[in-house]
């Protein structure tokens, strides 16, 4: 097992504190520093006396604590570059929990650990598959770490680490030491005891467990991960402690397991959350709420503006559409009030009549383009009969002035070269003159002749 982290002091305090969750273990690591060390498993005998009511004297009964670090073991919590061939010799160094800041271990892991705990980024990492197996928790174990990290964390006071946040005895530290204790003791009666009844003759045994079926009385170790048994009865801390531990050890301590039961819902469900956990599933899914409420918004914007120019289209299509029909109207109406003026006037006999009929009909037809050919030819025709009018009127003048210049007078003038103050007036003669005769011209316009 090895530990890496940055920081040498977290580094060593966090395998103290993992070892110091075995009973006793932390005061009997005289063996750890090398794996050629076994001075414990030479020197230890069975108990021969054991006093209940002193914890001391009733764990070193039930063989307290564990000989992990013995022969072929070693335990260092910051192990030096020069300890990496200690730690390559697999025919030497069977097992040990080893800890270093060095990234070259880190670089190396799987030859240089089955377990690596990174406490950077507070990850583990397992390169032994049948390792994994035998690390897999049973339901009774689960059931177990549950309740002691929920009791753990909602009594957590992270300003003050070191008591729980209700100053109670519940998620301190010696309620955890305690219940890995019993933890460890009831492993060791079930142990125990699974032992004593397999030593048993064939016939007895099979009494043994014939009354306890009729009890529902199952055996106590199968709440415990079997594969982890299995690999502990190949250690020579199992031999240890069957060679230095009474046979009958379930008498003093329950052989049970402090969760045992069967499966229910609650670790049904329990499982399945901590797997989500685990997923960190939470983290990805907020992250994918969170697009997804991006593209919902954009597309609801989308949505909105398609609408609101889809209603516009409506819109303006029903607008053309009630244009139409209102022309439509007006025109049906122009049509009726035409075709009412020419049944009207259809009846009407005079020319100036028709005139007054042409006029009301063009009041209400429809204007036509203007013919300007037409108007030019107009204005022409009468400019002619101008410039003929005025050119009569001028002849005549011309016509008269001369008469009046041979008659020897004109306006005013009398006999002998006389002038007089009264003009000459058609119908009238001055006193010695000659009656004048009016002429009437082509044009209409009378002329007077003497």
């Known amino acids: 097992m090895l530990f890496f982290g940055t920081r040498c002091e977290r580094l060593c305090m966090m395998q103290f504190s993992l070892i110091s969750l075995i009973p006793l273990l932390l ?41 992990i670090f013995g022969r072929g073991s070693l335990f260092g919590p910051y192990t030096p570059l020069q300890q990496l061939d200690i730690l390559a010799d697999h025919d030497r160094t069977k097992s040990y929990i080893v800890g270093s800041t060095n990234s070259l271990l880190l670089q190396q892991k799987d030859r240089y650990s089955d377990i690596l705990i990174n406490l950077d980024d507070s990850s583990i990492s397992f390169s032994s598959p049948s390792l994994r197996t035998a690390l897999v928790l049973s339901a009774a174990d689960r059931r177990w770490i549950d309740f002691l990290t929920q009791t753990v964390t909602s009594t957590w006071d992270p300003k003050n680490p070191s008591r729980p946040s209700t100053l109670a005895y519940m998620g301190s530290e010696e ?96 499982r399945i959350m901590q797997q989500i956990a685990t997923l960190k599933l939470d983290s990805k899914v907020a992250a994918t709420r969170e697009n997804l409420g991006k593209h919902l918004l954009t597309g609801q914007k989308k949505m909105s503006t398609a609408f609101e120019k889809l209603w516009g289209d409506i819109e303006a299509l029903r607008e053309a559409q009630r244009r139409k029909a209102e022309a439509a109207k007006d025109e049906g109406d122009a049509t009726g009030s035409l075709e009412r003026t020419k049944s009207l006037t259809s009846s009407i006999e005079t020319t100036p009549e028709k005139a007054v009929r042409s006029t009301a009909l063009s009041r209400f037809s429809t204007p036509s383009t203007p013919d300007l050919a037409a108007a030019q030819a107009s204005v022409a025709a009468a400019g002619q009969k101008a410039g003929a009018y005025m050119s009569s009127w001028g002849a005549w003048a011309a016509e008269k002035k001369k008469g009046w210049g041979a008659a020897g007078g004109g306006w005013g003038r009398g006999h002998g070269g006389s002038t007089t103050n009264e003009p000459v007036v058609e119908g009238h003669r001055s006193p010695g003159k000659k009656k004048s005769k009016e002429v009437t011209g082509g044009d209409g316009i009378g002329r007077l002749d003497a």
């Open 27 to 67: 005061s009997q690591l005289h063996d750890c520093a090398s794996p050629d060390l076994d001075a414990r498993a030479s020197d230890s005998l069975p108990p021969s006396s054991l006093k209940t009511s002193d914890r001391s004297s009733l764990l070193a009964y039930m063989g307290l604590p564990l000989h």
């Open 175 to 270: 309620f955890i030491r305690l219940q890995f204790e019993e933890y460890v003791l009831a492993l060791l009666a079930s142990v125990k005891q699974h032992l004593y009844w397999s030593m048993l003759p064939n016939d007895i045994s099979s009494q043994h467990h014939h009354s306890h079926n009729m009890h529902n009385v199952q055996d106590p170790i199968q709440d415990f991960n079997p594969d982890w048994l299995a690999y502990w009865q190949t250690t020579p801390s199992y031999a240890l402690f069957v060679r230095t531990t009474d046979p009958h050890l379930f008498d003093i301590v329950e052989p049970r397991h402090p969760t045992a039961g069967a499966v229910t819902a609650e670790d049904i469900q329990r």
